[in-house]
């Protein structure tokens, strides 16, 4: 079977799998009610922080392109960020290479160093994770101990602790110190480190690991921390506007909010689907019966966030595609200009 097709295919079924399991019991017509009742004003709202929340991204990465020695537009960088965030909908872990790939094609930025200025925004956005993290436990202490007991207990009381045979440990063990043995000789041989594959990725390494150090030579590393925290808070403003489009949601707390920044950010690094489908309604429906929903409710609430949050991403993203054709066309027309000069 084609790896690549599996690769590619999983995420889908998981996603649909996830879905049906969280929505099998839940009656349609409570969900389309909560859409039916949802305050319109609220919902533009909440179209225009995730505008922002685009817009705010697209500067603190450009901010390490001009690191780099790229002067790409505010433009044309949030529109290739754009274009990422429709191509990870569609497939998990791709958004980064498109993103990278269509700046490449308007504005010249090498692929390996678009990558690369991409790796050193995930370090900050894990640091800053950990930071989110760290608050929703400090503010929910008990809640958040009640959500991982809940999610977690129902596993533990179908896991059969098993011991390994002493015969397979000891095979296992072998062939581990005989894999380190012979990488150690692979990689001290001269023949394997000219070798043209190896040679190029050890050239794509280096112009990642470039790009990754630009974060060291930011001209405005005050502005960058800036726009990282004020991402963050426009993340959290995106759903916690929404709270106050249903009348269901509305006496929720900030802290629910927080809540569900945080199990849907960290739910959608250890389950990746595209767009969070399924794993996004799971977790966040159960966050929600911590603040006195039924899992029914909670369900429902969640399923009406994620949609109105992707309808939105999905809007914006749409556009890039219509722009970006145009942004390559006026590329190529002026390098013939600069090759006449």
Not at 307 to 333: D, E, H, M, Y
């Amino acid at each position: 079977m084609n790896k690549r097709l599996v690769q590619q295919g999983l995420p889908v079924v998981l996603s649909i799998a996830l879905l049906w399991y969280v929505l099998k019991d839940v009656p349609l017509a409570e969900i389309g009610e909560q859409f039916r009742q949802a305050d319109v004003g609220w919902l533009a709202v909440s179209g225009l922080v995730t505008g922002l929340y685009q817009l705010v991204r697209a500067a603190r990465w450009q901010l390490t392109l001009q690191a780099l020695g790229y002067q790409p537009s505010l433009f044309r960088t949030t529109t290739a960020l754009l274009a990422g965030t429709m191509a990870s909908m569609l497939v998990p872990g791709a958004g980064e290479l498109t993103r990278c790939g269509t700046l490449q094609r308007t504005d010249g930025v090498p692929m390996a160093q678009g990558i690369g200025s991409v790796v050193a925004e995930r370090v900050v956005d894990l640091i800053m994770l950990l930071v989110i993290i760290a608050l929703t436990v400090l503010l929910e202490f008990r809640r958040v101990g009640q959500y991982m007991m809940d999610l977690l207990m129902p596993v533990a009381r179908r896991l059969i602790p098993g011991k390994p045979s002493t015969t397979l440990l000891v095979i296992v063990s072998i062939s581990l110190v005989a894999l380190f043995i012979g990488l150690y000789h692979v990689l001290r041989s001269e023949a394997f480190w000219k070798n043209r594959l190896v040679v190029r990725v050890v050239t794509i390494i280096r112009e990642v690991k470039r790009g990754f150090l630009s974060i060291q030579q930011l001209k405005q590393p005050g502005l960058f921390v800036f726009l990282t925290v004020v991402n963050y808070g426009l993340a959290f403003l995106m759903t916690y506007s929404l709270f106050f489009a249903s009348s269901q949601t509305t006496a929720l707390p900030p802290q629910a909010a927080l809540t569900i920044l945080t199990v849907s950010s960290v739910g959608g690094i250890a389950v990746p689907t595209q767009g969070g489908i399924g794993t996004y309604h799971f977790l966040v429906s159960r966050a929600l019966v911590l603040y006195g929903m039924t899992l029914t409710e909670g369900v429902v609430v969640a399923t009406f966030l994620h949609a109105v949050q992707t309808g939105f991403s999905l809007l914006f993203s749409s556009l890039s595609f219509l722009i970006v054709p145009l942004l390559i066309a006026s590329r190529r027309k002026k390098q013939p200009a600069r090759l006449i000069k």
